[in-house]
Structure formats: C-alpha cells, structure tokens
C-alpha cells in the first residue's frame, strides 16, 4: 500500500513510525512531515491546511490510504474532499469534525445524550457573556467556540481572567471567527486523562489510556503549551474507570452522533477529567493527542494500518487491538523560551546515541534539515524522547537518560514527567 499522512509534528512523526512497521505498507509520503519522518517517508513541500493540492497529490501518486494528522484539515473538510474524489482517507468528515471545531456542538451534542460534562452556556456577545460571570463564581473555564491553535481555553480563577478572556474573544478578536461564540464553563476538578478512539459510526475501538503535561513548567507551573510530556498506561485511572469512560462517555456520543445522522469515522480522542462524581468530559478532539501519541503507539503490538482500514471499509465491529504491557514515558524536549519566543536552527547532536538505546524512539516535531542535511531546530517543541521500561521507574529512567544525550542551544525539558507515576 501507499500511504500518505498529513501533518509535520510529533504526533505525524509517530503515527509514520508505526505505519511503516505494517507489512501491508510499501512507501509512505508526508506533507510536509519533518526531519524524522524524512528518515522513513518522502517529505513533500504541501502544507497540511492545503486540501485541494493534499487531494491533488493524492491523486497523482495513486495513494491507497491517506491519514489526517491535525484537526486544522479535518475541520476544514479534507475527508469530504478525498471522499468526492475517490480517494480514501482516515479521519472525519467536516460535520463530524464539529466536535472539535464546535465546541458548543460537541458540548450540545454530550448534553442532550446525557454524557457526563461540566455544565455550560454559550455566548455571542460580551455584554451577555460579563453578566453571567457577575452571576456566578470563580473559577472559570471560557472556551472560544472554534479553533485557536490551542490557545482559545483559559482556566479563569477570577472574575477579572475571565473578563479578560472573553475580552480576547469578542473585543481583541485575536482569534477571528473562531472566537465569535464563546463558552463559559464549569471548572471540574480532577485529574485529566485521554482516550483516543477509533470510531466507525456507532463501533469504537478504545487506545490504552494516556495522561499528558500542558503547562511548561515542573510542578505545573507556568503557562499553557501543546504538551510537555506524556505516559501510557494510567495508573490513577482504574480499570473500572476505565470502562466507565468507554461505556458512558465514548459509546454513547458515537450513538448520539450516528443519532444525527453524522457516520463518524476517523479518530475520537476524549479529554476526561476524573471527578469525585467519575469521569466527565472536559473537551473532545477529532484525531490523536500530542503528545499522547508519543507514549501510546510504542505501547500497541497490534498493526495501526489494519486498524484505520477498518475504519474506512466499514468492519471496526470485527477488530481488536493488542498492547504491550510495559509502560511509556514520553519526554519532550523543547526550545528555551516556549511557548513565548524561542530561536530556531541550532543544530540538534546525540540523536543517533540517544535513539540507539533500549526501548527508546525519538519522535521529531519541530525539526527540519539546513543545506547540509543536519537535523535543526525549527519549533517550540523540537523533539519527543518516548521509552519502554518494565515499570514506570524504568521508562523514566530511560527516557531521561536518553534526553540526557541529545543536545542543542537552549534545550529544555521538563524533569517531572511521570513522576506521579511512582506514587500511586
Ligand atoms: N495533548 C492534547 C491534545 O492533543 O490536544
């Protein structure tokens, strides 16, 4: 088969690392893909946001499967597009991508079948939108409806962060439309964790469960990135839990969905936070999590490819999905200065001794190749160092030793990845 996937990060690094293991896989291309993936696939210069030359290439190259790394594209419409085509592809169409690109969609959508999530309003004006936060107490949640580049949620302690960012949203306008409607959220406490999904209308197969790092700094300091590091399996999340995440929480919004006459197909990655009343959902996505992916497909025994075909053929019902029981830690090794400003093109050494290790893969992200064909920086999150271990202990130890090993001008990383691993 000949695949295409879409995409350039960390997420698309490991999701081309894990293709290229199915024998059922003979070339792969990435648009536009990274340094890393360069190492497995042919990189071509197409923007992931580009459908129409996406669809082009597709084409042209005669590709049996594409897969849709980000949400950008699905929101977009690129599964509609390839469908129109003919050209297969994995991820959902553009009503069903709603449940990212909509967050009051997904939030009605969750509502009305009884899925448990905070509770919300949304709103198209600031004047309605200030009244409900001088009517209520902190804290806050304010979601800017459509996509932001992960920067349209703020966690609000007071009142004066949430007038702040409904501010952003209806009078800055720092996220265009997409900041047009705003929701106001209940605040659920607890400890996040993520499922992703595959989903073939009303059939899912749930991944193993993963946690992820937002904030940039040890200890959750600091502010808000795209992920800071990540670990598969759960161990706060018993299997119990677990279940009941699959059972109230995934089942029934593929059925309220399919209810409506959206036939999803693709990935549904579920955001829950674990309450004292069990899991709610805090946000739904339309494709992987980054970094979860990193720490999740080290961990499957079973074929990827096999899994999203089907998805498309229509024969999910049928599949299964074996895992490794050896636990991953992912570490990611970031720029000095993000999520604000950070330099890019310094030279990236210790790959190779850092990759060679037992159990360790080093997933690029934001990496490119200067004129002479060396690895350099060119994103905020440069790399993502995942390791195997017998235990939780052991992954860490790894996956910080082989950090340890990589180096480049104003690395950093967070230390504590994990960490709350040990303590359960
Ligand atoms: N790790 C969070 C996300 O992928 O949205």
Excluded at 174 to 180: K, L, Q, R, T
Aim: aromatic content about 8%.
């Amino acid at each position: 088969m000949r695949i295409l996937v879409v995409g350039g990060g960390g997420r698309e690094h490991a999701l081309t690392w894990k293709i290229a293991q199915s024998p059922l896989v003979d070339a792969i291309w990435c648009a536009p893909g990274n340094a890393g993936m360069a190492a497995l696939a042919e990189c071509v210069d197409i923007g992931a946001e580009d459908i129409e030359s996406l669809a082009r290439f597709a084409a042209e190259k005669k590709i049996d499967l594409t897969v849709v790394g980000p949400e950008a594209p699905l929101v977009a419409g690129i599964a509609d597009l390839f469908q129109e085509k003919g050209l297969p592809v994995f991820g959902p169409v553009r009503k069903a991508a709603q449940m990212e690109g909509s967050k009051d969609f997904a939030k009605r959508l969750m509502l009305e079948a009884g899925v448990p999530t905070g509770k919300a309003e949304a709103f198209t004006d600031y004047d309605a939108a200030e009244a409900c936060i001088r009517n209520n107490s902190a804290p806050y949640v304010v979601k800017a409806d459509g996509l932001a580049a992960g920067k349209g949620v703020v966690i609000a302690q007071d009142d004066r962060a949430a007038y702040e960012a409904l501010k952003t949203c209806f009078v800055k306008r720092s996220f265009g439309a997409a900041g047009d409607k705003v929701l106001i959220e209940e605040f659920l406490e607890g400890q996040e964790v993520s499922i992703i999904c595959f989903v073939d209308g009303e059939d899912i197969l749930p991944m193993e469960p993963a946690q992820d790092y937002k904030r940039v700094g040890d200890g959750d300091t600091g502010p808000n990135t795209g992920g800071m590091g990540s670990y598969s399996p759960v161990p706060v999340l018993s299997r119990e839990d677990y279940q009941r995440a699959v059972e109230e929480i995934l089942r029934p919004t593929a059925r309220a969905l399919a209810g409506r006459g959206i036939h999803y197909k693709g990935i549904l990655y579920a955001g829950i936070i674990l309450t004292a009343g069990g899991p709610k959902v805090l946000e739904y996505n339309v494709r992987f999590g980054d970094p979860e992916t990193q720490a999740v497909l080290p961990r499957l025994r079973s074929d990827i490819v096999e899994a999203m075909l089907a998805v498309v053929e229509g024969r999910l019902a049928q599949a299964n999905l074996e895992w490794h029981d050896d636990p991953c830690v992912t570490v990611v090794v970031a720029s000095g200065g993000y999520p604000g400003d950070y330099a890019r093109g310094y030279p990236v050494t210790g790959l190779e001794e850092a990759g060679s290790m037992d159990g360790v893969t080093v997933f690029h992200a934001g990496t490119s190749l200067d004129e002479k064909g060396e690895v350099v920086t060119s994103g905020g999150r440069v790399l993502g160092v995942s390791a195997l271990g017998k235990d939780f202990a052991a992954a860490r130890e790894r996956a910080y030793e082989a950090a340890a090993r990589i180096a480049f001008t104003d690395i950093y990383y967070r230390k504590d990845i994990a960490l709350r691993t040990l303590e359960v």
